[in-house]
């Protein structure tokens, strides 16, 4: 069994990121998904072996790649930002890449709003936001054989 932490859209909330360091010290792996990336490097430094980052539109500092894709035990995980994917409007898009690209489990950010669901056969997870101006929420993801449960966390009821 493996366990993930997935952030996106901390767009510069250090504090909410520091007051997940001892969730993350205990995770398998770290991925962050944009907005920004700078943050995803923050990360890096304090994990450097476990985190992985993907850039987001407001990333000028490019500081991970555009998408990725990450083998867990036997599940196949396509991660990205979203915005190149139109999924403020649809999730069309990603479903069909994550599915091209064999993953079972896709990954994306952008929307700032927390969904969780399979959607044709691919468990679709947007981890919401750690922004200091919305609510805020993250994931954690469990990998057990070829099984991904996903679990959206209020971060506001931590105080983050």
């Known amino acids: 069994?493996?366990?993930?932490?997935?952030v996106s859209d901390t767009h510069g909330n250090r504090r909410a990121i520091e007051e997940l360091f001892p969730v993350m010290g205990e995770c398998d792996y770290i991925i962050h998904l944009?907005?920004?990336?700078?943050?995803g490097a923050y990360i890096r430094a304090a994990f450097p072996q476990k985190t992985y980052v993907v850039n987001g539109?407001?990333?000028?500092?490019?500081a991970g790649e555009n998408e990725l894709t990450l083998t867990?035990?036997?599940v196949k995980i396509f991660a990205c930002h979203g915005h190149m994917y139109s999924v403020k409007y649809t999730q069309a898009k990603l479903i069909e890449r994550a599915k091209a690209l064999g993953c079972g489990v896709a990954l994306y950010g952008h929307t700032h709003s927390?969904?969780?669901g399979e959607v044709d056969g691919v468990l679709v997870v947007?981890?919401?936001?750690?922004?200091?101006?919305?609510?805020?929420s993250y994931c954690y993801l469990v990998i057990n054989g070829a099984k991904a449960v996903a679990k959206i966390v209020d971060a506001?009821?931590?105080n983050l």
């Open 114 to 116: 927390a969904f969780e």
């Open 34 to 39: 944009g907005d920004t990336s700078q943050d």
């Open 72 to 74: 867990v035990e036997g």
């Open 57 to 62: 539109n407001c990333d000028l500092m490019k």
């Open 156 to 158: 506001d009821e931590r």
């Open 126 to 136: 947007n981890p919401g936001t750690l922004s200091r101006y919305s609510k805020k």
């Open 1 to 6: 069994m493996k366990t993930i932490i997935v």
